[in-house]
């Protein structure tokens, strides 16, 4: 029911990205991803639905094909195996939204 974000680990990705699991029950999960200037998250797709809501810093995300420069408070949605990655243009934090949840994130 609560989850505290210094319980919650910060874990180095490489390459100038971080991620932090917060609340996640099956269907559905919360991630704090956090960019380096420069970091990118490289194009992929997965078959979960995704919000990305840009909490600080500037982007320039690809999504399907088109792209777009995105800032704090923007949100992007991201339907099932669309493909999806982005550039960090000014170091910054989103938030990912997955339904369900990424299991693959918790095997890590």
Not at 46 to 69: I, K, M
Not at 96 to 101: A, E, G, L, N
Request: charged share 20%; aromatic share 6%.
């Amino acid at each position: 029911m609560f989850v505290r974000h210094d319980d919650c680990r910060l874990e180095d990705l490489g390459g100038g990205v971080k991620r932090r699991i917060l609340a996640h029950a099956g269907g559905l999960m919360q991630v704090e991803v956090h960019f380096d200037a420069g970091a990118v998250g490289a194009l992929h797709s997965h078959p979960h639905e995704q919000l990305t809501h840009v909490l600080s810093g500037e982007f320039e995300f690809t999504v399907g094909g088109e792209t777009r420069t995105v800032s704090a408070g923007d949100t992007l949605y991201k339907a099932p195996g669309v493909v999806h990655g982005c550039v960090c243009r000014r170091a910054g934090v989103l938030l990912d939204t997955f339904t369900p949840q990424r299991d693959d994130f918790l095997a890590g």
